[in-house]
């Protein structure tokens, strides 16, 4: 049994007290990480200079002795590597040029080819595993088709995805092509974060909860399936964690149908429902509502405390329900991993 927390909890280990990671706990709230993004000139500078990723994902390592660490990089670098211009307008997020048509699918680059762009990304990984405590885990990751895709077809974050259901509505097949694309990349892009080093990989489809009957099926968990699938035939030892957010009643059965070894939670299922329809199937991750990091006080200790409990009879990641904002008080950060801590 390894000695590492994080991956004692994905082996299915009851902890008495939960490693603990965040979401984005490489991020704007910290002062060092806005330094280190400013001495790489952007974001996207920042995710592709292996030296100074590598520095910000050890930031909060340092600060605050986290149990894990996770790769500092984008899931919308998968698009630009399969040929889509990227950039980040400063205050407004993510751009994209769009897909919004067959053959335009069609042109997108060979899997193959992802490795020109992301090469750089499997250098962060190396840099990392050599460079962390022996203690902390690493994490690598990719955003699941379906996110990735609403982001492609719309060329920007949108509050329903609208773009990409009126694409799915409308052409069934190249939107399946699309998807089909993106899976094929994931797996690619998620065994070269493996092969550098990263001991644990994790799926973010931030939009799942978008996806209706059928369709939650077949782009939110049968992707998710095809992706551990052939990653669990190459590398049967590396855990893989899935976060289909906001997918409601539908969390329950979720690690059982893809092969998940823990399920991340958002803030929106109770924790006491999860850890009865969830957490029976094995590890969860998450819950904890990141706006109690940007106010404080004494629910932050109580909300953090009620996660602890609540899934205290079986395996544990303590973790927030979606990523920590940039105006979280990065103090209400020592406060979180004290009340767990004890
Ligand atoms: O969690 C981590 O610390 C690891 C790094 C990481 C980032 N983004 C860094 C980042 C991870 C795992 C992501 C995932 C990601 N990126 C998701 C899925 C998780 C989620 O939040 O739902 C999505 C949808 C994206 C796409 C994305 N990247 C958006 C919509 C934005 C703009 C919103 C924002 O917070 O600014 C980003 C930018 C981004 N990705 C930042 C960071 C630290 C902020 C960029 C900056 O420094 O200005």
């Known amino acids: 049994m390894s000695q590492k927390t994080i991956l004692r909890a994905l082996a299915g280990e009851t902890q008495a007290i939960p490693p603990v990671w965040m979401m984005r706990q490489a ?90 762009t992301l090469s750089p990304i499997y250098e962060t990984v190396r840099i990392l595993s050599r460079e962390l405590p022996r203690e902390t885990t690493l994490i690598g990751f990719a955003g699941a088709p379906w996110t990735v895709a ?33 899976t094929e990349a994931t797996i690619a892009y998620l065994s070269a974060q493996i092969e550098a080093g990263a001991e644990v990989v994790k799926l973010f489809d931030s939009w799942a909860g978008s996806l209706q009957g059928a369709d939650f099926h077949d782009f ?25 957010r906001e997918a409601g009643p539908r969390y329950a059965g979720f690690a059982r149908a893809t092969g998940a070894d823990c399920v991340a939670l958002d803030n929106s299922v109770s924790a006491d429902w999860a850890a009865a329809e969830v957490q029976k199937d094995g590890c969860v991750q998450g819950n904890l509502d990141p706006k109690l990091l940007v106010s404080g006080g004494a ?27 940039p105006d979280a008080d990065p103090e209400n950060v020592a406060r979180m991993i004290a009340a767990i801590r004890g």
């Open 27 to 116: 991020g704007r709230y910290l002062p060092e990480y806005r330094a280190t993004r400013a001495e790489a000139g952007d974001f996207l500078s920042l995710c592709y200079n292996p030296d100074l990723a590598a520095e910000v994902t050890l930031q909060p390592i340092r600060r605050y002795g986290f149990d894990a660490a996770i790769l500092f990089a984008d899931i919308l670098l998968i698009p630009q590597a399969l040929g889509l211009d990227l950039w980040f307008a400063t205050g407004e997020g993510p751009r994209l040029s769009t897909i919004t048509r067959a053959h335009e699918v069609a042109r997108l680059k060979p899997v193959e080819a992802i490795h020109e």
């Open 150 to 182: 609403t982001y492609m077809i719309a060329g920007r974050g949108t509050p329903d995805q609208g773009p990409a259901h009126a694409f799915k509505a409308a052409d069934r097949a190249a939107f399946t092509q699309l998807i089909e694309r993106v």
């Open 220 to 244: 939110a968990l049968q992707p998710a399936q095809r992706i551990i699938a052939a990653l669990k035939t190459r590398y049967p030892h590396i855990p893989v964690i899935a976060f289909p």
């Open 299 to 325: 629910a932050l200790e109580t909300e953090t405390r009620r996660v602890v409990q609540a899934f205290s009879k079986g395996p544990h990641i303590f973790n927030l329900g979606h990523g920590i904002t």
